[in-house]
């Protein structure tokens, strides 16, 4: 009885520890743990983030107050007009200008799941162009980028994008930010913001 006891509670303690490490980023009410960066809209609606250019037409970010090392994120967009976005890793933000690398989110034919170094080396990687038919355009997608050390991984609707190994982003130090794209013109929804430390 003292076994299975010990047992019970040693299980409870392991399913606790791996529900600690999984964090809503989003917590569909409102932009708490979030800071905007910027005059482009950042809103909550009928429990979505929405992200939308604004009179400015100018770039915009909304970042994690925390900033992340080694982990996974999953998350959920639909894009509307341009679609032009992306989700940034280990980023910081002066003003509008950003630090940092970008998995691309993007219109068809534009490179979605690919690396970006924005004030930097630009393009580092992108998907071949066949795997473009993985973004379904207007609908939901589901991405999910998994950072370790030097190494980050893309994947788009289940499919893997992009495997890139870079000692510059291995080095890096930041949160999490989406972007809006400047040249107005977008709107991206977003949900289901889960991010996993490794």
Same mark, same amino acid.
């Given at each position: ?47 979505? !983030? ?6 400015? =037409? ?22 509307? &007009?341009?679609? /032009? ?35 930097? *080396? ?21 991405? =999910? ?5 030097? /190494?980050?991984?893309?994947?788009? /609707?289940?499919?893997?994008?992009? /495997?890139?190994?870079? &000692?510059?982003?291995?080095?890096? =130090?930041?949160?999490?930010? !989406? ?11 977003? *949900? ?7």
């Amino acid at each position: 009885m003292k076994k299975l006891l010990v047992l019970t509670l040693l299980l409870a303690s392991v399913q606790f520890s791996f529900a600690q490490k999984k964090e809503k980023l989003f917590n569909g009410k409102n932009l708490d743990g979030w800071v905007i960066y910027g005059t482009e809209k950042w809103y909550v609606e009928d429990g979505l !983030l929405i992200s939308e250019s604004g009179p400015d =037409k100018g770039y915009g970010y909304l970042g994690t107050e925390e900033q992340y090392d080694d982990f996974e994120i999953t998350l959920e967009f639909k894009q509307e &007009a341009n679609g /032009n976005s992306g989700v940034f890793i280990r980023s910081t933000v002066d003003g509008t200008k950003v630090s940092g690398w970008q998995v691309e989110v993007a219109p068809p034919g534009h490179d979605t799941g690919g690396i970006y170094e924005s004030y930097g *080396r630009g393009w580092l990687v992108k998907p071949d162009p066949e795997k473009d038919k993985y973004l379904k355009f207007g609908e939901w997608n589901k991405m =999910k980028i998994v950072v370790k050390g030097d /190494n980050v991984t893309s994947y788009l /609707n289940g499919h893997e994008m992009v /495997n890139f190994t870079d &000692a510059k982003i291995g080095e890096g =130090k930041g949160g999490v930010c !989406l972007q809006i794209h400047d040249g107005g013109g977008i709107k991206v929804y977003w *949900r289901n913001i889960v991010l996993k430390k490794l």
